[in-house]
């Protein structure tokens, strides 16, 4: 795949809750065919779901970031698509430069906020976490999950496995209680509450 916009990609799954135009991410489409002929490596449980994932390169206006692109379909039909970034972007940074009003959300995060997912209505999730070592000074956007709106006829529900998942990995905060958590918690938490409010 070609260097694209990482910005550009990540308003495109808030837009629509997943990445709708494979263009986007230089692709001819999302069919397993197309994939397998682009490199990607192919991982599939029976036939019921396959993961197809390969390694992709962005940039974010300063510096390239390596990513790993994820597309996961049933029975060669889309049910999402993903990239996993790592800690590669800061979350303050894709949240700044993210079109305003951000859709609709609820705030998840683990008991001491070193970690969190921001959970869409549209079933997209942005999973963050603050750095590996030493004090939590930023979030940084290590994991998207955007899923197609319409599971249905589908035996598999990635929408509603993923929204369990981080749901049952982190507690939910609204966005008000968050600022009187941030006063009292690491920097991380405070520049979150400030780029939510």
Not at 60 to 76: E, N, T, W
Not at 103 to 121: D, H, K, N, Q, T
Not at 152 to 167: E, K, M, W, Y
Request: aromatic share 8%; proline share 5%; hydrophobic share 45%.
């Amino acid at each position: 795949m070609s260097t694209r916009d990482l910005y550009a990609v990540l308003q495109a799954y808030l837009d629509d809750g997943w990445l709708r135009d494979p263009q986007t991410v230089g692709l001819d489409s999302f069919g397993a065919p197309a994939l397998l002929a682009c490199g990607f490596d192919e991982l599939c449980d029976g036939g019921q779901l396959c993961l197809y994932e390969d390694a992709c390169l962005f940039h974010d206006g300063r510096h390239s970031v390596q990513a790993s692109f994820k597309v996961y379909l049933q029975q060669g039909r889309l049910l999402a698509n993903g990239l996993e970034l790592g800690y590669q972007l800061r979350l303050a940074s894709f949240l700044r430069a993210a079109r305003r009003p951000l859709p609709p959300y609820r705030l998840l995060l683990e008991p001491g906020a070193r970690s969190g997912a921001l959970v869409f209505e549209n079933a997209l999730v942005l999973q963050f976490a603050a750095n590996l070592r030493g004090a939590p000074r930023h979030y940084f956007l290590t994991l998207v999950e955007g899923h197609l709106p319409d599971p249905a006829g589908s035996g598999i529900d990635l929408r509603a496995a993923s929204a369990g998942h981080v749901q049952a990995l982190y507690g939910s905060h609204a966005p008000d209680a968050l600022t009187t958590r941030a006063r009292r918690g690491h920097a991380a938490l405070r520049e979150l509450a400030r780029l939510l409010s």
